[in-house]
Each structure stands twice: as C-alpha cells, then as structure tokens.
C-alpha cells in the first residue's frame, strides 16, 4: 500500500492542476534576490512608507482593555457600516446606508467573496490588463475564466477602448471586473466610461465589480469617479475598497464592499464561510480612521503628489525610460528601452544598484518591457533611488 | 435598456446558485428570537465564556507602539510558525518544521484555503455528519460535492462506523474531512481509526484533511489523537487548527495549517489570494500565546473538565433529554424526546425561559431532534440555565 501511495504521489502532486498553474508573485521573486544588499531602496511594493497613525492604533489597544476579544458580526459592527456609509455619502453625494456596507478583512478577501457570490465554473471575468496579479487569480480559483483587454500607453497616460472591452463580453461573461484607479498603470477611468459601461452591463445583466482602493489617490480633484455616483440602488454593482492605501493600514487587513442591500444576506452567509470578519479591535480602529483620519489622508495625498512630481521629472529626463503620466494611485508604470526580461532586469537593477522595483512581467499582459515603481516615500528617498537608477540606466545593457 | 434590465433582475436574482442554496445560519435565527430578552443566557454559540488573557493582548499593543502595522510575509511571520512548530513537536513527538506550517486568518480561513488547493468542480468530500455547518459549505463554494456519513449516537458518546466512511469514498472522492474532537458531538476518533482512514488514503491517492481545533478540549488524557502522530512526511495529510478555543481568541481570527512541506508554495500563493494573513500585531500576539499560554490552557481545561461533569449530570437527569457522554470538546449534543422542529423549539426556549441553545437542524443530517449547548461557561451560570431548562422541560409540550 505504501508502495502504492508513492507511485501516485510520483505521478502527480494531487493539488488541482488550476491551483499549481496560478503564479507564484514575481515580486517577491525579485525581492529574495534583493536579499543580503541591506541598502536597497525597496519600491516594489504597494504600501505606503508610513506606519499607522497613532491615534489608530491606540483605538484598537482601548479595544482590548474593554475585552473586546470576541465574536463579531459577519457584515461588521454597526459603528463601523455606519462611518462607512455616511464617509461615502459625504464624497460622492449618494444615499447609501450600513445595509450596503459589509466589513472584509482587505480588499482582496472582499474580492474573493464578491467572486464566490458571482462566478460559476465556466464564467468569465471581464477585465483590464495589465492588472494587480491577485485579481485575475481569484476568478481562476473558483473555475472561472478571464478575459483580459488591454489598456494602451501614451504620453498622456494609459487608456482604455472601452469598445474592446464591451466586444470582449462574449456568452459565458458574468462580470466586468475594474481597477480605476488603476494598479499597476496609474490609469483613472472617466465618468462617461464609467456610464457606458453601466447602460451595457445592465443591457447584458452583467455585473460591474469595481475595485476603487486608490479613489482617494487623485492630485486633480477630491476624489476618482466612482460606480456608486451613478448606479441605482438595484443595479448590479459592487464596489470593493480598502483600508490600507487612505489610512496607512496595510497590515491590518481591513477592507469593505458597497453593494444593493439585497446582497447582505448573501455575503454574510460567505463571511462566516470564509473568515467571520476582522477582529473587532481592527474594525474599532477602522471607526476611528474614518472619522477623524480625514486630515491625514489629506497630507498623504499631498505628500505622494510631491511624490509624482518629483517622479514624472526624474524618469522623464532618463535615458531609455519611456512614461506615461500616472493620472492617479502611487505607481509610475515606465518602459525601458531594449529591456527584453523584466524579471532578470529588476533582479540585476536591486543587486547591482540597490533599488526594488516590481518586474512588468508580473502584471501579465501589456507588462512586457516595463518596470513598476511604487512612489508612497519620501522625496529624499525617491532621489537617492532616481541617483541610482539614473547610473544604472546610463551604464546597463539590456 | 433599463426595462430590459428590470425583466433581468425579476427573473433571477444573477448570483450563483449554489450560493443561494447555502443556509444561512439557523443558530443565528435563534439568537434573534432572543433579542429583547436581556437575562437570556447565551450558550448558542461555541465560544469560551472569558476574554483573552491581558499578557496576549499586551503583545499586541506592544507591536503598535513599534510600528508593526505593515505587510506580513503570506507564510505568517518566522517567530510565529517556529513556535507553532515547537508547540506542536511537544504535544505529539513529532520533527515538524515551520515549513509545515502556515499561519491563517483562523481556522474558517485554513479550510477554505485547503479546500481551495484541493477540491475541482465535481470532486467530492466525504466527511460525518452531524457536523457544523461551516465545513459543507466550503466544498460547496468551490462547486464540489459533500458526502455526509452518519455518526451514530450511544450512552456512551458518538461513534463512527469506518466501514461506512470508507465505502463513501467512490470514484469522484478527492478529500477524507474529519473533525475529531467533534462539534457538535464531542465525539473523538481513536488512534487505530485515524490509522485505517490513513492507510486507505495512501492506498486510494485521497487528502486528509483534519479539523483539530479541539485537540486541547479534552479530558481523560493531555491531547486528542491526532493525524499528526502517524503522518509521514509526504503523507496527502492536512491539519487545520486554531487560537480560538485554547487561548480564548475567538475573535482575533488565527489558526493555522499543518502540511508536507512540499505544499509551503502553494499555500503562500493562496493566502495571498484570500487575504494575505492575519495582522502581524495579531501574530505577535499568537506567538505569546504559544509561547507563554500553557498555564492558562490547563486552567481553562480544568474548568471545561468541571462543566462538562455538571452538564453530564444535570441533563441526564432531566425528563424527556438524552445526552450520549461528550469525550471531548465543549458541547452536549442532546436529543428531546418528542421534539419535532428543532428552530422552532430553541425560539421557544429563549423566548420563555431565557436559555439560549443552537437548535440541532443546524447541523445538518443527524441533527433533527437534538440541541446544542456550549458549556464553556461558568458553573453559577450553568447551573441557573439548567434550572431554567428543567423548568421548561417539564411545563413544555413538544
């Protein structure tokens, strides 16, 4: 029998072959080869540089002194969909109550559920590339399809065919999942598109899933056009977002989806099923940084705007870098000429010249030939980073 | 288009079917027949009656103050898995490294997670029943099947007919799910069961996949049986375990997945795709509890030890009840004689006599004609919710 066992574990590692398929993140592969320069400047990650603001995280610590250690709400605590959904009706003029409003520990766990309730085997998701490379893997876990349509790059920045996208939802498509702001392009949809979309989805039936964590990381305007200022209350549209980016809480894991209140049974029937929510001490945090975090997020804004500017002005003047202008979120998204292998480049670029930055390769397709750069630091940091590059572009050979 | 929309909308609700026919919590339906009644007493749910002790929270507060609010490595941080592994090596012998452990947002998410590596469209899980309701659901999620095989009850506890297990497992078989000690039966596998179940699975190329969360919840020996005892290192064997009910962590979402090693990637990528781990303040607070927390596990044993014996006995001498003697966990599991909707029942008890128990229809097949109590308690409160329900056992009508 034992004998047996070994000859089927030698065939196959009996692990889903959809599973084993899903890339490991070429990020972090690029990170470990970073490993041992203790002076690289680490720019290859999404998350700002600063850690939580005080006032936060004493929120949570009062948490547990009163005990609050236990079981929480699947949808979240009251006080929590509360603050969320008067924080929306505040930016976006809309109507929304807590029964729109369900807590997920991050976004990505929003995502995942939102995808549970949404895609059954066969389904295809309709999106952007290049992408985040978690979104096209959630679909692909549930045995779902995705169908990616390019954004295209020019001086101005990236856009969107928004003809190609609509051309591209074909029978099997359920969803048309966006990021705008957009990671990792800086792209920021406009409200018309945002209308067209809307008009054919409800045409089709189809769902709009609309990942907007960067809405408030915009240096034009107070915030990015979201699918909540134009759909009805019934309309099939859910908005995933994010503590992380606005309240410098990445490693809290806190997130939330906007959906018509008809979907809160649903997704606390999936809650329970996957997590039971965050902890209740987070989600106290979380009331806190809603209410009275509005003046850091404004400083934050600030401070990655500098940040742009600085970033535009220095890759620009680069030889070899070809960048189109982030209209928005933290990231330049830049070509180098005559790069062929982003992954062997970014490797050579952190042990040769101390800086991190994200291979385009692992942002799937329309990431060939291009370098992630995450610009949520301080400017002195970003020109110590630039310095280097700029020797390194100078000096390197594709 | 917005009449077409209409017509869409009435016609189906557009979410998946398989979600909708998920149940929502019945337990949950019955603790809102409470509401209102403010001295109910709740022992409905499977959560400690304390609050995490105040040197685990500190470690939390304490990783704040240093800035710890930042992403955390997908496998959960270093400190954590060497002292789950270490915990782990002490209770069962074994040569465990932290590259068989992978931390999770509790032990709900270490089961979707598995799942998720394991389980295509179609493949089934063969598991017991009675059992709690979360663990169908998952499989289902994943468009997969479930396989429920009775246990059976006794004076003496719940048993398993192996044979019966065994013989589910026909051809679309992929995972063998077992929850030993049981919620909600408190029965708990022997170790020769638990080495047939793990021959057959080498001989059959099937997981194990083990649900050990109230490994430490017993009280005739130091530790349940486990999986873990018997494994191999390349053995298809999965366990799942969690803070939740050792350190009385229920609300801080943490457990953690026991693997081959050769599994490390893939639970990486997943925990990535689902939510990325627990926070690290979390973490730290979970490497205190291992560390440092054996003195109060014995001490909450101790005091489930006491509750358990005044459970076996009030109830077996209450009329119309009939209790098969839990091994393990922190439940009765009890019949009533002539009782024939379970939910209704459990509204009725709440609402007239202020006990709040889960009604056995949440358990699925095996559960009609039976409530759940939670003795996680403290004897004074016990013995008033015994009091309330000889009261009402003896005034009721089925």
């Known amino acids: 029998m034992v004998e047996l066992a070994r000859d089927l574990s030698e065939r196959s590692s009996g692990l889903r072959s959809a599973i084993e398929a899903l890339p490991a993140s070429r990020i972090?592969?690029?990170?470990?080869?970073?490993?041992?320069?203790?002076?690289?400047?680490?720019?290859?990650?999404?998350?700002?540089?600063?850690?939580?603001?005080g006032f936060i995280c004493d929120a949570a610590a009062e948490a547990f002194a009163a005990g609050d250690t236990f079981y929480q709400p699947n949808a979240g605590i009251d006080p929590l969909r509360e603050a969320l959904s008067d924080y929306m009706n505040r930016l976006y003029g809309t109507a929304l109550a807590p029964a729109n409003v369900v807590v997920s520990a991050s976004a990505m766990n929003a995502l995942m559920l939102v995808m549970q309730a949404l895609v059954d085997p066969g389904d295809a998701v309709v999106t952007t590339t290049p992408a985040w490379p978690n979104l096209p893997a959630v679909p692909k876990i549930l045995s779902g399809a995705?169908?990616?349509?390019?954004?295209?790059?020019?001086?101005?920045?990236?856009?969107?065919?928004?003809?190609?996208?609509?051309?591209?939802?074909?029978?099997?498509?359920?969803?048309?999942?966006?990021?705008?702001?957009?990671?990792?392009?800086g792209w920021m949809m406009t409200s018309e598109q945002q209308r067209e979309v809307l008009e054919f989805a409800r045409h089709r039936g189809l769902w709009i899933?609309?990942?907007?964590?960067?809405?408030?990381?915009?240096?034009?305007?107070?915030?990015?056009?979201?699918?909540?200022?134009?759909?009805?209350?019934?309309?099939?549209?859910?908005?995933?977002?994010s503590f992380s980016k606005n309240w410098a809480m990445t490693g809290w894991r806190l997130g939330w989806i906007t959906a018509p209140a008809g979907l809160l049974a649903t997704f606390e029937k999936l809650t329970e099923f996957n997590i039971a929510g965050p902890p209740g001490f987070v989600q106290r945090a979380g009331v806190v940084a809603v209410r009275d975090g509005e003046p850091f997020v404004e400083q934050t804004v600030a401070r990655f705007g500098q940040a742009r500017d600085l970033?535009?002005?220095?890759?620009?003047?680069?030889?070899?870098?070809?960048?189109?202008?982030?209209?928005?979120?933290?990231?330049?998204?830049?070509?180098?000429?005559?790069?062929?292998?982003?992954?062997?480049?970014?490797?050579?670029?952190?042990?040769?010249?101390?800086?991190?930055?994200?291979?385009?390769?692992?942002?799937?397709?329309?990431?060939?030939?291009?370098?992630?750069?995450?610009?949520?630091?301080?400017?002195?940091?970003?020109?110590?980073?630039?310095?280097?590059?700029?020797?390194?572009?100078?000096?390197?050979?594709?």
Chains 1, 2 share one sequence.
């Open 311 to 398: 970033t535009v002005a220095r890759l620009s003047a680069m030889p070899r870098v070809l960048l189109p202008r982030p209209d928005a979120a933290f990231y330049a998204f830049f070509g180098v000429d005559g790069m062929s292998d982003t992954v062997d480049f970014a490797k050579r670029l952190v042990r040769e010249a101390g800086v991190g930055l994200a291979p385009g390769e692992a942002f799937g397709p329309g990431g060939e030939g291009r370098l992630r750069l995450c610009f949520a630091a301080s400017l002195p940091t970003l020109e110590r980073a630039f310095d280097r590059l700029e020797t390194f572009m100078r000096g390197s050979h594709p």
């Open 209 to 241: 899933v609309s990942d907007e964590v960067y809405a408030r990381i915009v240096y034009d305007r107070p915030v990015a056009p979201s699918f909540l200022e134009i759909a009805e209350p019934d309309d099939r549209v859910i908005v995933v977002n």
């Open 146 to 185: 995705i169908r990616p349509v390019p954004l295209t790059p020019g001086n101005s920045g990236w856009r969107l065919d928004l003809d190609r996208l609509l051309d591209a939802c074909g029978a099997r498509a359920k969803v048309i999942f966006l990021n705008s702001p957009n990671n990792p392009t």
């Open 28 to 53: 972090r592969e690029v990170a470990n080869a970073g490993i041992g320069r203790e002076d690289a400047i680490p720019l290859w990650f999404g998350e700002p540089d600063l850690p939580t603001p």
